[in-house]
């Protein structure tokens, strides 16, 4: 006979953000239900509410855990010494390296959950494009200040274009069903874009 050993709440809490992310990835934000999530875990939905009050607050979790995740990445693609150029080339294909490992990304970014029902997750998700949209531009500056980009050229502007990069392209992907390489198309559109920043 084989006996059940009781989970942590941590674990538990783990194990209920992971199920939120992929079933995103899945059947999309809008349609996911403390329902389903339960049933894909295995316990009962009450069981779901006793680690998490509200389906809001595991957003936010499911939140918070992008966002570590995605810090841990994009500290791989660092470089020592690499020009601001490269450090931002390998940053963006990181990222997009990441979305494509993690489909509920821009499920997520798109949905209404997001836009309209849950103000937190909003903030949060904003908060974390205008940390990238400062690391870009402090790149670009450093391109700009070497000669190499343009002087004419904004690098908030230039930073914001980038996002436009990777936000429209992972809209692209997941809208035509994930049917090509995020990151290998990514590098191409990146590398036209960089292109006409140069000096």
Known sequence: MTTRTRKSAKERKTEIVDATLRLAGE??????TTELIAKEIGISQPGIFRHFPTKGAIWEAVGQRIGKLMQAKMSLTKKKGARP?????DFVIGHLTFIEATPAIPAILFSR???AENEKLRTFF???VASRHRHFSELIAAEID?????KTIDPD??????LALIQGLAMRWSLNNRSFGLPAEGARLLDLLLDGFKA
Do not use: N, T, Y
């Open 85 to 89: 150029v490269d450090e931002l080339r």
């Open 27 to 32: 059947i999309g934000p809008d349609r996911m």
């Open 126 to 128: 904003a908060g974390l």
């Open 157 to 162: 502007d230039a930073s914001f274009l980038v």
């Open 113 to 115: 959950e997001l836009h």
């Open 146 to 150: 070497s000669g190499r980009f343009k």
